[in-house]
């Protein structure tokens, strides 16, 4: 068991097989493979990958960004060079396939258009799809400040691209800057994402 548990690619193809099978079993006693059924799918893929997303977002402000300034000078390579580049890959891509299911969801559903317009479309007559609208519109500007703000700056801050210690560190506090405007709007955004699907249905 140790064995198998050691190696994460190994454990996250089981762990998703098992998912499949799950998956399969609704799918036995629901008996379609209709818009709800693709539905459901969809919201877990949504869900999974904000999990990720915003895992690592939190990770980043509550734990690597705090802890930096006292880790010796020495040690801090192991976490620029090694920890910080891979965490910010599946950061930027868990946030991108977030955004992408929440769409796909939001368009399966019938409601993006009323959603992306906060309900201006429908004259405001549905609050739900205003407040999930809201936690859209949260999230694009999250996954924005991820693509084109934090990981431009943090390849420049991280050494991934040539440029003077002056640009490292402009670049170190654009990319905090955006990175805790994203924590600030996770909040508000997660009360849309999840009050919305047991108030609204």
Request: aromatic residues 16%; charged residues 10%; hydrophobic residues 60%.
């Amino acid at each position: 068991m140790a064995a198998f548990l050691s190696n994460l690619r190994n454990t996250m193809i089981v762990s998703f097989i098992i998912a499949l099978v799950i998956i399969a079993g609704y799918r036995m006693h629901y008996g379609s493979f209709d818009a709800i059924f693709w539905q459901a799918v969809f919201r877990w893929l949504h869900v999974i990958a904000g999990i990720m997303w915003i895992g690592l977002l939190w990770y980043f402000n509550f734990v690597q960004t705090r802890k930096m300034p006292e880790i010796p000078a020495e040690l801090k390579p192991a976490v620029s060079k090694y920890i910080a580049p891979e965490a910010l890959f599946w950061f930027r891509w868990s946030a991108a396939f977030t955004v992408l299911m929440g769409l796909i969801l939001a368009w399966d559903r019938g409601y993006i258009v009323q959603a992306l317009t906060l309900g201006a479309t429908e004259g405001f007559s549905a609050p739900g799809h205003s407040f999930i609208g809201l936690g859209m519109w949260l999230g694009l500007i999250m996954a924005f400040n991820v693509w084109f703000i934090i990981w431009p700056a943090q390849k420049i801050s991280l050494g991934l691209v040539d440029s003077d210690a002056d640009a490292k560190a402009a670049a170190g506090v654009r990319g905090m800057v955006a990175s805790r405007i994203n924590t600030f709007l996770s909040i508000p955004m997660l009360v849309c994402m999840t009050m919305n699907q047991t108030i609204f249905g």
